[in-house]
């Protein structure tokens, strides 16, 4: 079983930055993609950004594009998601899944683990 734990969120103001993390412990880490999911008040959980095992193809939605990133990082262990111009509109809780295979990032049937999430609250 591999556990992950999300860290990282908090309060900030609408322009700010937080960076989250997605750490791993338990039997080897190994993964096709790492994803970072938000699900906000009311709506369903979503698709936010991933990478892959090598750290050389990551994926966002258009939505966050230009303003998150997913630092490319030797610890295989953790992923972390800099997320930069913070929009009120980007207030959910934040999760990081793992998946065996970076077919299709997106698809969150594809992801094994699940970590138990971080809120982040954006204020105007």
């Known amino acids: 079983q591999v556990q992950l734990v999300e860290s990282g969120g908090g309060l900030v103001r609408a322009g700010g930055s937080l960076r989250l993390s997605c750490t791993a412990s338990?039997?080897?880490?190994?993964?096709?993609?790492v994803g970072w999911f938000c699900q906000a008040p009311g709506r369903e959980r979503e698709f936010v950004a991933a990478i892959n095992w090598n750290g050389d193809s990551t994926y966002y939605r258009n939505s966050v594009k230009g303003r998150f990133t997913i630092p490319r990082v030797s610890d295989k262990n953790t992923v972390y998601l800099q997320m930069n111009s913070l929009k009120v509109e980007d207030t959910a809780v934040y999760y990081c899944a793992s998946a065996k295979y970076y077919s299709d990032p997106t698809r969150q049937p594809d992801y094994d683990y699940w970590g138990q999430g971080t809120q982040v609250t954006v204020s105007s």
């Open positions: 338990g039997r080897t880490f190994n993964y096709g993609a």
